[in-house]
């Protein structure tokens, strides 16, 4: 059974900083492009930042230069530091495994609540 689980989310003042962590277990984590996404009420979930089996990353405009994406094959997790944190990143943020070998296979974390808040 393919379980993501997130955590490190929470509440910061603007300017501060989190980590958030995705910890894959049941799959083949160096077949996946693992990626965050967020979503605020009433919006769709966007791409925040992903991270492809090369390693290669890529980034949403508005994060670039302040998150930055990791993966480690060894603890099969992926990671997004996030910093100089802004109000308008207050999100559900998401991990997502995608795998496209042959046919598309995608898993969801349950989402952990990050709020930049004075």
């Known amino acids: 059974q393919v379980q993501l689980v997130e955590s490190g989310g929470g509440s910061v003042q603007p300017g501060g900083s989190l980590r958030l962590s995705c910890v894959a277990s049941?799959?083949?984590?160096?077949?996946?492009?693992m990626t965050w996404y967020r979503q605020t009420p009433g919006n769709q979930r966007e791409l925040a930042a992903a991270?492809?089996?090369?390693?290669?990353?890529m980034y949403a405009d508005s994060v670039k230069g302040r998150f930055i994406i990791t993966r480690d094959s060894v603890k099969n997790t992926v990671y997004l530091q996030m910093e100089n944190l802004k109000p308008e990143d207050t999100a559900v943020y998401y991990c997502?495994?995608?795998?496209?070998?042959?046919?598309?296979?995608?898993?969801w974390g349950q989402g952990t609540q990050v709020t930049v808040s004075s």
């Open positions: 049941g799959m083949t984590f160096s077949l996946y492009t």
């Open positions: 997502n495994a995608k795998k496209e070998i042959a046919s598309v296979v995608m898993y």
């Open positions: 991270i492809a089996t090369s390693g290669t990353t």
